[in-house]
C-alpha cells in the first residue's frame, strides 16, 4: 500500500475529519468552560477536577463507556475525542484570562467597560496565544488517539494500522504510522507558526 492508495486516502480523510469535528466541538465546549471557570469561583474546581479526570481516563474505556449509551459509529469516536481533549483548552483559557495584567483589567473598567465587553475586546485577545497553545496541544494528540476509531466502527488510519497488525503487513503499518506522524508534525507546526503570531500581535505590556 502506498500514500496514492485509493483506499489509503480515503481513511485519511475519514481520520482528517474525525479529528477536525472533534476539535472544532471541543473548541466550542471548552472556551466558554474555561472562561466559567474564569468568571465563576465556584464552578472553577469542580470544572478543573471534572476535565482532569476525562484526560486520566483511558481513550478506549473512554469510547467503550460512550459506545454503550450511542453505539459503534463516527458520532461515538468524535464524542470520545471532545471529552478527552478538554484538559488542555479548558485549563489554558482559565489560565490565560487569569493571568492579563490585572493594571489591563482596571484600565479597562476605568474606561466604562462592562465585564463581558471587556473580556471579549481586552481579556480574551491577550489570552488568545495562550488558549491557542491549547488548541494546538489537543489538535496534535487526538491525531494519534483518533486511531482508536477503528475499535468502535469510527474507520481512520487507525483501521489500517490494526489491519496491519492481524495480517503481519508490515507496509500497511508503516505507511499508516508515517501518514499519523506527518500529520502530527504538520498540524503542530502550521498552528506553532500562528501561535507565535498571536503572541507578537496580543502580547501583554507586562511581557
Same mark, same amino acid.
Given at each position: 500500500? /502506498?500514500?496514492?492508495d !485509493? =483506499?489509503? &486516502?480515503g481513511?485519511?480523510?475519514?481520520?482528517l475529519?474525525i479529528?477536525?469535528?472533534?476539535?472544532t466541538?471541543?473548541?466550542?465546549?471548552? /472556551?466558554p468552560?474555561?472562561?466559567?471557570?474564569?468568571?465563576?469561583? !465556584?464552578?472553577?474546581?469542580?470544572?478543573l *477536577?471534572?476535565?482532569? @479526570?476525562?484526560q486520566?481516563t483511558p481513550?478506549?474505556?473512554?469510547? #467503550?463507556?460512550?459506545?454503550?449509551?450511542?453505539g459503534?459509529?463516527? !458520532?461515538?469516536?468524535i +464524542?470520545?475525542l471532545?471529552?478527552?481533549?478538554?484538559? !488542555? @483548552?479548558?485549563?489554558?483559557?482559565?489560565?490565560?484570562?487569569?493571568?492579563?495584567?490585572p493594571? *489591563?483589567?482596571?484600565a479597562? /473598567? #476605568?474606561? $466604562? %467597560?462592562t465585564? %463581558?465587553?471587556r473580556?471579549?475586546h481586552?481579556?480574551?485577545?491577550?489570552?488568545?496565544?495562550?488558549?491557542?497553545?491549547?488548541?494546538?496541544?489537543? &489538535?496534535?494528540?487526538?491525531v $494519534?488517539?483518533? &486511531?482508536?476509531?477503528?475499535?468502535?466502527?469510527?474507520?481512520?488510519l487507525?483501521?489500517l494500522?490494526?489491519?496491519g497488525?492481524?495480517?503481519?503487513?508490515m =507496509?500497511? +503499518?508503516? &505507511?499508516s504510522?508515517?501518514?499519523?506522524?506527518?500529520?502530527?508534525?504538520?498540524?503542530?507546526?502550521?498552528?506553532?507558526? +500562528?501561535?507565535?503570531?498571536? =503572541?507578537?500581535?496580543y502580547?501583554?505590556?507586562?511581557?
Open positions: 500500500m /502506498t500514500f496514492l !485509493p =483506499q489509503f &486516502t481513511r485519511l480523510l475519514e481520520h475529519f479529528v477536525f469535528a472533534a476539535m466541538f471541543t473548541v466550542i465546549a471548552g /472556551t468552560l474555561g472562561v466559567c471557570a474564569y468568571f465563576y469561583k !465556584p464552578t472553577r474546581k469542580p470544572i *477536577i471534572i476535565v482532569e @479526570i476525562l486520566t481513550a478506549m474505556a473512554l469510547l #467503550g463507556i460512550i459506545m454503550v449509551f450511542m459503534a459509529g463516527r !458520532p461515538t469516536v +464524542i470520545g471532545l471529552l478527552y481533549s478538554l484538559l !488542555p @483548552i479548558v485549563q489554558n483559557t482559565y489560565v490565560g484570562l487569569s493571568e492579563v495584567d493594571a *489591563i483589567k482596571e479597562a /473598567t #476605568g474606561m $466604562g %467597560m465585564r %463581558m465587553y473580556l471579549v481586552v481579556e480574551l485577545p491577550i489570552a488568545s496565544p495562550l488558549i491557542f497553545a491549547g488548541i494546538r496541544i489537543a &489538535t496534535v494528540t487526538a $494519534g488517539t483518533a &486511531t482508536f476509531a477503528a475499535f468502535v466502527g469510527g474507520g481512520g487507525g483501521a494500522i490494526f489491519r497488525v492481524r495480517t503481519s503487513n =507496509q500497511v +503499518i508503516l &505507511t504510522t508515517v501518514a499519523l506522524m506527518l500529520m502530527a508534525v504538520v498540524f503542530d507546526f502550521a498552528m506553532s507558526t +500562528i501561535e507565535k503570531s498571536l =503572541q507578537k500581535r502580547s501583554s505590556p507586562k511581557n
